[in-house]
């Protein structure tokens, strides 16, 4: 599975459940969400200006798309979780397995952000991000073509503390 | 990584936070537990029965252990989950990152079960156990020496639907 596949089998609507394990004090949180994944062009203005503020040749972006979620955690059944942001993922010309992924809002700090992705032999996206104050390590898989799996951890920047290790299993919406 | 050194890293004791999803009701279910993981001697008497029942040749195996686990469900908190088994690998001897785990007592169904292990490049234990009526689908790995992840999906016994799919974060007890 190449970059390009794993985003096409990643376009649509998919319900997830998120459970977040806040690991010092042994604490659960609980997210239900819908999330939707779209295609988009290369040649979108977004996804070139995103290309641009890393200085990278928009021609060798692959599969940019946008992800988009809003959900409810039972820590604040009030506030809504409600985001979007686009994902360009450029392959690394020398590995096929291997590239970065730009994005124009981070996971564990809202601003932009450039993770290294690689993927494995057995079809999972491996990405590591690291931010100012914290590194992300996210593994998604597919375990049939409607349900995926995905792992998130942040980690302190030193990299060695894991902070928060959160689980989503999302089932696609068919509609 | 080989199946020895996975199992030499994961003997200890951990605590471990799980979450199960139940996907077709959208149910969360939050389990803390400890677990302990200790190593037997390859001429364990239980050891030597449990490859009898699965006619190997008890020379085959390799770092037995026993893993026993108590915790609390939040589905029911009078009822402590506990439980405790024995487990065996039997490398491949053609592939060094394969092979067959033996159990005294599988996960979806409480009877003995064999399952089909590898290892992945970048060190995830993956077990795929069929059951009479489910197939098991683990995937366990080491973020650092201290922090485990494991993620298990119970399918159908067709294998293609997925009825829970829970994640455990463990952290390593040091006393």
């Known amino acids: ?26 604490h659960f949180e609980a997210v239900q969400s819908e999330i939707d994944i779209v295609s ?29 979620w809003e959900g ?9 979780v409600k ?10 010309p020398a590995q096929s397995n291997r590239g970065k992924l730009l994005r124009d809002q981070g996971y564990a700090e809202e601003i932009a952000a450039v993770g290294d992705y690689y993927l494995t032999d057995d079809g999972t996206f491996v990405l590591v991000t690291a931010y100012e104050r914290a590194a992300a390590e996210e593994k998604i ?14 980690k302190t920047s030193a990299g060695t503390g ?13 509609s």
Chains 1, 2 share one sequence.
Not at 83 to 92: E, K, M, S
Not at 162 to 174: G, K, N
């Open 83 to 92: 985001g979007t942001c686009i994902l360009v993922p450029v392959p690394d």
């Open 141 to 154: 898989w597919f375990v049939n073509p409607n349900v995926r799996c995905r792992v998130s951890l942040i």
């Open 40 to 68: 988009l062009s290369i040649d979108d203005p977004e996804v070139i200006e995103l290309c641009k503020m890393y200085s990278i040749d928009p021609e060798l972006a692959v599969s940019p798309f946008r992800m988009s």
């Open 1 to 26: 599975m190449d970059i390009k596949e794993f985003v096409a089998h990643s376009i649509g609507r998919w319900r997830s459940q998120r459970s977040a394990h806040h690991l010092a004090f042994g």
């Open 162 to 174: 894991v902070v928060t290790a959160s689980f989503s299993s999302e089932i696609r919406q068919t």
């Open 72 to 80: 409810q955690s039972d820590w604040d059944e009030n506030e809504a």
